[in-house]
């Protein structure tokens, strides 16, 4: 039983790793995402100012895969 014991601590200490390295990963996808779309928010705009007023710039919907009300929250945390 000991020895069952220290398999499963030993598993919960991997595990426990590997959630914190995921959570790190996360956060720093997170950041990057926002990051370019301030760039991209950037380029559309500089582009947007120099075109004809008679052309209506097309509406830019992008797929938010941090959402801040979604599984990854206003944190870094995972939801699982």
Do not use: C, I, W
């Not at 790190?24 to 500089?46: F, I, P, W, Y």
Request: net charge negative.
């Amino acid at each position: 039983m000991e020895n069952e014991l220290e398999e499963l601590e030993d598993r919960h200490r991997n595990l426990a790793q590997s959630y914190t390295d995921l959570d790190s990963t996360a956060a720093k996808l997170k950041q990057e995402v926002k990051q370019l779309r301030n760039e991209l928010e950037t380029v559309h705009g500089s582009r947007e100012g120099s075109m004809n007023d008679e052309l209506t710039p097309q509406s830019h919907n992008f797929y938010d895969p941090f959402p801040s009300d979604g599984v990854f929250g206003s944190g870094t945390g995972l939801g699982f």
